[in-house]
């Protein structure tokens, strides 16, 4: 048996869950925060049988849209490193899809 693990954009993971669910896998969604944007982000646990592991990726691939964000770094400016850094914003490409397949040592449910 594998884990999935799978961060995706809250805008993409309702349609995502439900896809799941029509095709007849089970996932628990857990709200994050990516540690670069310290936005929230949506993580998707999907436990399957290894077998199941392409068709849940296929999936998720078909739900999860890459999009540009705009984050506003502090860039230092001048030799005064304390006073003078200033924000200016870039554009960086967030997923997509940024997934883990783990195995599982041993999976209970009652
Ligand atoms: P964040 O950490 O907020 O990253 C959002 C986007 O910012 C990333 O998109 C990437 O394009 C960019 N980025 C991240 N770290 C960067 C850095 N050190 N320098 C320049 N740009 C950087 P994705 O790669 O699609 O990642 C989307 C989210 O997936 C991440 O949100 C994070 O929550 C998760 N993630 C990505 N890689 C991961 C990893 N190796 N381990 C755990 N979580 C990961």
Redesign the pocket.
Known sequence: MKLVIA?VQDKDSIRLVESLVENGYRSTKLA?T??????G?TTLLVGVEDGQVSKVVEIIRETSQAREQLVTPMAPVGSNAVESYVPYPIE?????A?IFVVDVEKFVRF
Request: charged share 5%.
């Open positions: 961060v994050s990516g540690g670069f944007l310290k936005a982000n960086v490409q967030v997923g997509g940024t």
